[in-house]
């Protein structure tokens, strides 16, 4: 059974578009996560929330938005796309003290 | 958060075991060692952690130094399966869990079979 879903696994969009990308996790973790990786870069953090609250956020632009409309839902909306946000991004999940675990990943391209 | 040193790269051969290295000089005394991996195309995977004692689990041995400024990670008869990006993070406890892990370029683990 998929543990963290994140749907669609591939994204194509054109610049000045915007895009929803959805992460659900199904393992009773109370702290998710969005992080990006671009092309042969190390992984990047952007945001972390914990009981469906904001904790951290590293992410400089306003054009991404995290959204948790349910406590296992985080998803990530991006506006006013750039060639620049093509990469993968990945929604995490933990609990306190423990490793975090990571979905598949979101390869979105932006043309 | 403190900073890790690992190597580029690292070789081994299917059925070795595998001793992967990380110094941590600067590390404070509420950080913990976490190691996660990642294959191409995959997101990372958590291998394990500790604070002080040396720990196991069914993925690695993490032996950590009693000053705790390095620590190893070992993989046993590892398979070509083994073969990833392994991360050595420093990261403090977070009561409410929704702490941020900083990745750096880890080492790249070969597998030859």
Not at chain 1, 71 to 86: F, G
Not at chain 2, 13 to 20: R, S
Request: charge should be positive; proline fraction near 6%.
């Amino acid at each position: 059974d998929p543990k963290i879903i994140q749907k669609p696994k591939y994204l194509v969009a054109v610049t000045g578009s915007e895009k929803i990308l959805i992460c659900e996790q199904y393992l009773g973790h109370n702290a998710m996560y969005w992080y990006r990786q671009s092309a042969k870069k190390p992984l990047e953090f952007m945001f972390s929330y914990s009981y469906q609250k904001l904790m951290d956020n590293q992410t400089a632009s306003s054009r991404f938005q995290p959204q948790s409309s349910k406590k296992n839902h985080l998803d990530l909306q991006i506006t006013a796309l750039k060639p620049d946000d093509s990469a993968t991004y990945f929604c995490a999940s933990s609990r306190p003290g423990q490793g975090k675990y990571f979905g598949p990943g979101t390869r979105l391209t932006v043309l | 958060d403190a900073k890790t040193t690992q190597p580029d790269s690292m070789e081994s051969t299917e059925g070795e075991t595998v001793h992967l290295p990380c110094s941590h000089a600067t590390i404070s005394g509420n950080e913990y060692i976490y190691w996660y991996r990642q294959v191409p195309l995959q997101g990372p995977e958590y291998v394990t952690h500790g604070l002080q004692q040396n720990t196991t689990n069914s993925m690695a041995f993490l032996a950590i130094a009693s000053d705790r400024k390095s620590s190893t990670l070992i993989l046993p008869h590892v398979s070509l399966r083994d073969a990833a990006v392994y991360h050595c993070i420093l990261r403090a406890l977070n009561t409410e869990g929704a702490d941020r892990l900083t990745f750096g370029k880890g080492t790249q683990l070969i597998i030859q079979p």
